[in-house]
């Protein structure tokens, strides 16, 4: 199910977002989203225990919430958020929020009993991982001139780049 067809599908509908340029990567993506699905994304960075997925979706009636592990680097947190937004866009649900705990851990101002359902990678199987890294990268693709974490700028990437390229002899590229 990983054929060219599906890739090519997944391509399209990626291109077809109306994805800012404008604003920071995630926050851009999340608006593309919202407005494909009719309901804000909002993010939420947190420390995240080792034992919790480094990312997941939150949804709630009126909004989506992506929580993310907010002690990782900046690339990864950006992945992190395309990825769970993969999984909303392909409508991956992974069922009903059985444990509060996990809600309170997670998104501690928010009523446990108003989640309805949590998405998250234990929740899925290989396919639906496979599609939301596939969607992940496309959605990094329309926004890579973006270089820092939600919110923020990071500019030691790019001075990281330089420092590799001049290491090389090849100078500034």
């Given at each position: 199910?990983?054929?060219?067809?599906?890739r090519?599908r997944?391509?399209?509908?990626?291109?077809?977002?109306?994805?800012?340029?404008?604003?920071?990567?995630?926050?851009?993506?999340?608006?593309?989203v919202?407005?494909?699905?009719?309901?804000?994304?909002?993010?939420?960075?947190?420390?995240?225990?080792?034992?919790?997925?480094?990312?997941?979706?939150?949804?709630?009636?009126?909004?989506y919430y992506?929580?993310?592990?907010?002690?990782?680097?900046?690339?990864?947190?950006?992945?992190i958020?395309?990825h769970?937004?993969?999984?909303l866009?392909?409508?991956?649900?992974?069922?009903?929020?059985?444990?509060?705990e996990?809600?309170?851990?997670?998104?501690?101002e928010?009523d446990?009993?108003?989640?309805?359902?949590?998405?998250?990678?234990?929740?899925?199987d290989?396919?639906?991982?496979?599609?939301?890294?596939?969607?992940?990268?496309?959605?990094?693709?329309q926004?890579?001139t973006?270089?820092?974490?939600?919110?923020?700028?990071?500019?030691?990437?790019?001075?990281?780049?330089?420092?590799?390229?001049?290491?090389?002899?090849?100078?500034?590229?």
């Open positions: 199910m990983r054929g060219w067809r599906e090519r997944w391509t399209l509908f990626v291109e077809g977002l109306q994805i800012s340029t404008k604003a920071d990567g995630p926050a851009a993506l999340c608006a593309a919202a407005e494909h699905l009719d309901r804000p994304v909002a993010l939420l960075p947190m420390p995240l225990p080792p034992q919790a997925p480094c990312g997941v979706v939150l949804s709630m009636p009126n909004r992506i929580a993310y592990d907010a002690q990782t680097s900046p690339l990864h947190q950006r992945h958020v395309a769970e937004l993969g999984h866009l392909a409508g991956h649900l992974a069922g009903a929020l059985s444990n509060s996990l809600a309170r851990l997670l998104a501690p928010l446990p009993k108003l989640v309805a359902a949590i998405l998250g990678r234990s929740g899925y290989e396919r639906t991982e496979w599609e939301a890294e596939f969607i992940a990268g496309l959605l990094r693709r926004i890579d973006y270089k820092g974490p939600p919110g923020s700028n990071d500019p030691t990437s790019e001075a990281t780049v330089a420092r590799i390229w001049q290491s090389l002899g090849e100078g500034e590229k």
